[in-house]
C-alpha cells in the first residue's frame, strides 16, 4: 500500500477589509497590492473620524454612507464621485504624504459634497446659482471651487473650520451673505428645540394628531400653506397605512411647525422627544417636491419606537443589507432606524432612492421586504 504524503498546509488568503472607520471601503486594482496600503488604512482610521466630527452631531452618523474606494489608477485627488456616493483615493502615495502635511482640507471638503448631492440633490441649481453670483461679483468664495459642488464643499468645511481657507463663519456671512445663508440651512443643528410650552405655540388638531404652531410662525403666509401642506399629507399617510398604526401613531407622536429666522436653521425634520418636529414652514414646503413622503418617514421612526422587539428586527436585516452592499450610496445605509424609515416609504407609497416602490423592495431586498410585513401588519 503506497505511503500518502503528509497533506501540506494551505497558505491563509488575506481578506481585504470591507471597512475602515466605520465607512464601507472598497479596494480594487493596484490597490490591492500597494505596499502603502496598510499604512494608509491606518492613516484614515485615525484621520476620518476626525474630520467628521466637525460636521454637526446629527449629521455624523449619516455621513457613514459614504464609501472609501482604493483604485491606484491617477494622480491627485482624492475625488468625490456624485453618482456612486464614493470618495475615491486614486493615489495612494499622494495622500499618505498630504496627510503627512496634516492639510485640514483634504477630507472634509468631500464629505460635504457627498452631504449636499445624497441630502439635498434637489438643491443643487441653487448652488450653482449662488456659485454664478460670487463669481460676477468677484467674491473671494467664488475661488473656492471650479464648479458649484467644490463652492459649496469647500465653503461647507470652512464653514466648520476644516479647509484650507483662513476663513470664520462671521468673515463668510460678511463675504456671501446668501452662499453663507443656504450652507448653514443645508447642515442640521446639533441641538435641536425644546417642544414649545402652551404659551409659545397654538394648539391645532389636523388629522387626528395634535400640532403645535409656534406662536412665531404665525400670520405669515407660508404657514398657511404649510399648515394645509400637512393636513393633506397626513391624509394620504392615513389612507396607505394600517388603522392600527395611525392609532398608535396619532396616541405618540406631536406634531410642531416653527418658523426661524436663525440663519443656521436647517430644511430637515427630525423625530426626537414624542415630537416629529417641522423646524421651519418654508423649508417644509421647499422639500415636498423632492421627498412629499418626508411625514411618512417620520412616523415609521415613531411607529418603530412602539413595537417591541421591532429594532432588533431591523437591525438584523439591516446587518445583512450593509453586508449584501445593497444601500451604499443611499440614506438607508445609515443605520438601522434610517432603513426602517426609508423602506417603510418604498413599502407603502414611494420613495426618492432606489428601491422606490414595494414591488422594486421584494425583488431587490427580501430581508427588508420580510420585515416590512412582519413589521406593520
Known amino acids: 500500500m503506497a505511503k500518502l504524503d503528509p497533506p501540506k ?12 472607520a466605520g465607512f464601507p471601503l472598497a479596494i480594487s486594482g493596484p490597490a490591492r497590492v500597494h505596499p502603502k496600503k496598510r499604512e494608509l488604512l491606518a492613516a484614515l482610521s485615525v484621520v476620518l473620524p476626525d474630520v467628521v466630527k466637525a460636521f454637526p452631531t446629527s449629521a455624523q452618523r449619516e455621513l457613514h454612507f459614504i464609501t472609501i474606494k482604493l483604485t491606484e489608477r491617477t494622480s491627485g485627488g482624492p475625488f468625490f464621485h456624485p453618482t456612486e456616493k464614493a470618495i475615491e483615493i486614486a493615489d495612494i502615495e499622494g495622500t499618505l504624504a498630504s496627510l503627512r502635511e496634516g492639510r485640514p482640507g483634504l477630507f472634509a471638503p468631500l464629505f460635504a459634497a457627498g452631504w449636499l448631492m445624497t441630502k ?12 454664478e453670483e460670487a463669481k460676477t461679483k468677484k467674491l473671494a468664495t467664488a475661488t473656492y471651487g471650479r464648479s458649484a459642488l467644490e463652492y459649496y464643499a469647500v465653503f461647507s468645511a470652512t464653514w466648520f473650520g476644516r479647509s484650507n481657507v483662513h476663513a470664520d463663519r462671521s468673515t463668510l456671512r460678511a463675504e456671501d451673505p446668501d452662499g ?39 400670520g405669515h403666509a407660508e404657514t398657511d400653506k404649510a399648515l394645509a401642506a400637512i393636513d393633506g399629507r397626513l391624509a394620504a399617510i392615513d389612507g396607505v397605512l394600517p388603522a392600527h398604526a395611525m392609532k398608535e401613531l396619532r396616541a405618540r407622536a406631536v406634531i410642531v411647525l416653527r418658523w426661524t429666522d436663525d440663519p443656521d436653521a436647517n430644511m430637515q425634520l427630525y423625530s426626537h422627544e414624542g415630537m416629529i418636529d417641522i423646524l421651519d414652514a418654508r423649508a417644509y414646503l421647499s422639500s415636498l417636491v423632492s421627498n412629499p413622503w418626508a411625514l411618512l418617514h417620520e412616523c415609521a421612526h415613531h411607529y ?6 421591532l429594532g ?12 449584501a452592499h445593497l444601500y451604499g450610496g443611499t440614506y438607508a445605509a445609515t443605520n438601522a432606524t434610517e432603513y426602517f424609515a ?36
Open 180 to 218: 453663507a445663508a443656504f450652507v448653514a440651512r443645508s447642515w442640521p443643528r446639533d441641538e435641536l428645540p425644546k417642544r414649545p410650552t402652551a404659551d409659545q405655540a397654538e394648539t391645532r388638531t389636523v388629522q387626528g394628531f395634535s400640532l403645535l404652531v409656534e406662536k412665531t410662525a404665525l
Open 312 to 323: 432588533a428586527k431591523a437591525e438584523s436585516a439591516f446587518l445583512a443589507a450593509r453586508a
Open 120 to 131: 439635498h440633490p434637489d438643491r443643487f441649481h441653487d448652488v450653482e446659482r449662488l456659485f
Open 9 to 20: 498546509a494551505v497558505p491563509a488568503v488575506e481578506q481585504e477589509p470591507t471597512e475602515v
Open 342 to 377: 426609508e423602506l417603510s416609504e418604498a413599502y407603502f407609497a414611494r420613495n426618492e432612492h432606489f428601491p422606490h416602490t414595494r414591488s422594486e423592495l421584494a425583488d431587490y431586498d427580501p430581508s427588508g421586504y420580510r420585515l416590512m410585513v412582519d413589521a406593520w401588519r
Open 304 to 309: 418603530m419606537g412602539s413595537v417591541p422587539d
